[in-house]
């Protein structure tokens, strides 16, 4: 038989040919109707090949070192069998959607910008159920049970000083439970992290480190709608030192082993958050230059809300401005106090703080150098309510305070306690309403 020396060149043409649609369009490449394995269609594809992976279990570690390849999986389930992670990345613009990874040491491990990771389940990772390296994640719609150590991982190129590359990560709408260390951790600069739901798990349910350059007006990171339950930490714990804000918004937290939201660092604002029914303090808060306003925290063991100031070795990012405004709160039926604020400059407005079983707020000295006589301003307590709570209403240790206008009855100590422990002193008290204490009604020193 003679074979014509052009029918190998033939062939492939006709190959080429039918993987192209009307119009020239690129078909995708299908698993396992023209390739056997996930691993042979990888190693066929070129930069922006889709490939289609059918139904049935696949017991393969699959490694992906092509830039801009999409898998899309239909019922698929992806099982080495501990032999590795399920995929392994090492490419830019990757998209894996809607897979089953079982067994892996690994569910996912990426190492890229611009990786997608939608809708995919994990069970049963020795290790990290999905993890990231690179900029501009997204994390979109998983479900994560059981992994040996977080659930999903996020890092962007974080450098010196905490700064990041300039595209965001996003970690939207995923479930985790019962991972072996934090639910979600992402490390990045400007990210989102919205509406995922994350229980039962070993450390934090989410525990992020947010924050590139200062930039004056730059974007903020965005932590919303998310809910954290059953943790073996806290529910939400979220730092930022270096970078321009984080906004953490209408998040709920219950039943934490430790603190329900707890935020570290600076230029945050706190607004709209649940924390209830968590073993230690319901929303925690050290740093300066924050808003923490309209949250709710009640039935917790510890202090509804805690804040700290403290005073940075530089400015840390925080360009001058170290106010802490405590506005429009809700405490009630705490273990300790409703409110306690310490070490920084505070204004502590309208907020209500009841049947706590100890001070509905309690106000102590501000951090070396910043009392008003060395230059500070003085803390202003205005506009708040404290009723029922089984300690003092309202106690001040610290100098110079404003008490305005503040309501304060049938507290089981003083109703307004000027002086706290001894140590404080009040620069004004006027329009404060109050009722009946278990002790003096008001105990005012150095008026």
């Known amino acids: ?76 389930v992806v099982d080495p069998a501990y032999a590795g992670p399920c995929f392994s990345v090492n490419a830019d613009d990757v998209t894996i959607n809607g897979f089953t990874l079982r067994n892996g040491s690994l569910g996912v491990s990426a190492t890229g910008d611009g990786i997608s990771l939608i809708k995919n389940i994990v069970e049963a990772s020795a290790g990290v159920g999905l993890s990231v390296t690179g900029e501009g994640a997204a994390v979109i719609s998983n479900a994560v049970r059981a992994a040996g150590g977080d659930g999903i991982r996020v890092r962007g190129p974080v450098g010196a000083f905490g700064i990041t590359g300039e595209n965001p990560s996003q970690v939207h709408t995923n479930k985790v439970q019962q991972s072996g260390e934090d639910g979600i951790d992402v490390v990045d600069v400007n990210s989102t992290i919205r509406r995922n739901l994350c229980t039962s798990n070993g450390f934090h349910g989410i525990r992020s ?47 934490n082993g430790q603190d329900g939201l707890r935020v570290l ?46 005073v940075s070795g530089g400015d840390g990012g925080v360009a001058g401005d170290v106010g802490i ?58 506009d708040n309510s404290c009723k029922d709570n089984g300690h003092d209403g309202i106690d001040n240790s610290a100098l110079g305070t404003s008490i305005r206008s503040n309501q304060s009855s049938n507290n089981g100590g003083v109703d307004l306690a000027g002086a706290g422990d001894g140590s404080g002193t009040v620069a004004t008290f006027d329009s404060n309403k109050f009722g009946t204490g278990g002790a003096d009604a008001v105990q005012l020193l150095d008026l």
């Open 1 to 76: 038989m003679i074979r014509h020396p052009l029918g190998r060149v033939a062939l492939v043409a006709c190959a080429s040919l039918l993987a192209l649609g009307a119009g020239g369009k690129k078909s995708a490449l299908q698993v396992p109707r023209a390739f056997p394995t996930i691993q042979a269609a990888v190693d066929a594809a070129v930069p922006g090949d889709v490939i289609k992976v059918g139904k049935g279990t696949y017991a393969e570690a699959v490694v992906i070192a092509t830039d801009g390849l999409t898998l899309i999986g239909r019922r698929s």
């Open 325 to 382: 405004t405590l506005q429009s709160n809700r405490c009630q039926g705490n273990g300790r106090d409703g409110i306690h604020a310490a070490g920084g400059r505070f204004a502590i407005l309208g907020n209500t703080s009841s049947a706590n079983l100890g001070d509905g707020i309690d106000l102590d000295r501000l951090a070396p150098g910043q009392d008003p006589g060395d230059g500070g301003e003085p803390t202003n307590l205005e």
């Open 209 to 255: 480190e947010l924050g590139g350059v200062f930039v004056a007006g730059g974007p903020a990171s965005l932590v919303s709608g998310n809910q954290g339950h059953f943790n073996a930490f806290d529910g939400l714990q979220i730092e930022s030192y270096f970078g321009t804000g984080v906004d953490v918004v209408t998040n709920t937290t219950r039943f």
């Open 265 to 310: 660092g600076f230029h945050f604002t706190v607004n709209g958050n649940r924390s209830g029914n968590n073993a230690r303090h319901g929303l925690c808060h050290s740093g300066q230059a924050a808003v923490l306003s309209s949250n709710r925290c009640e039935s917790n063991g510890g202090v509804g809300l805690m804040s700290e100031g403290f």
